[in-house]
């Protein structure tokens, strides 16, 4: 069984920094795509952030130019760096692979989420 575990997050004041970890664990041929999305209380998911196998990436336009994903394959972890952080980021921030279990099955997988509070 997949598992993705977030860690990193906390409260933190605007204009701040952090830094999130996603670590997946369990049976994986391969990870072909690792990403962050959030929810702030009242709305919905959003994209935040993805990365590719190779490296592609793809950032929400709320972040863009602040947050930056990254990955470590040999370690099945990826992070995400975040600078200048607002009020407005305020939000549960969960990971997300699409993950090869099988040769015949991938699939989405997502992490509890880990909340991040912007605020003095």
């Known amino acids: 069984q997949v598992q993705l575990v977030e860690s990193g997050g906390g409260l933190v004041q605007p204009g701040g920094s952090l830094r999130l970890s996603c670590a997946a664990s369990?049976?994986?041929?391969?990870?072909?795509?690792m990403g962050w999305y959030r929810q702030a209380p009242g709305n919905g998911r959003e994209l935040v952030a993805t990365?590719?196998?190779?490296?592609?990436?793809n950032y929400g336009d709320a972040v863009k130019g602040r947050f930056t994903i990254s990955r470590d394959n040999a370690k099945n972890t990826w992070y995400l760096q975040m600078n200048s952080l607002k009020p407005e980021d305020t939000a549960v921030y969960l990971c997300?692979?699409?993950?090869?279990?099988?040769?015949?099955?991938?699939?989405?997988?997502w992490g509890k989420g880990t909340l991040v509070t912007v605020s003095s």
């Open positions: 997300n692979a699409l993950i090869r279990t099988t040769v015949n099955n991938a699939m989405d997988y």
């Open positions: 369990g049976s994986m041929i391969s990870i072909y795509r």
């Open positions: 990365i590719t196998n190779i490296g592609y990436t």
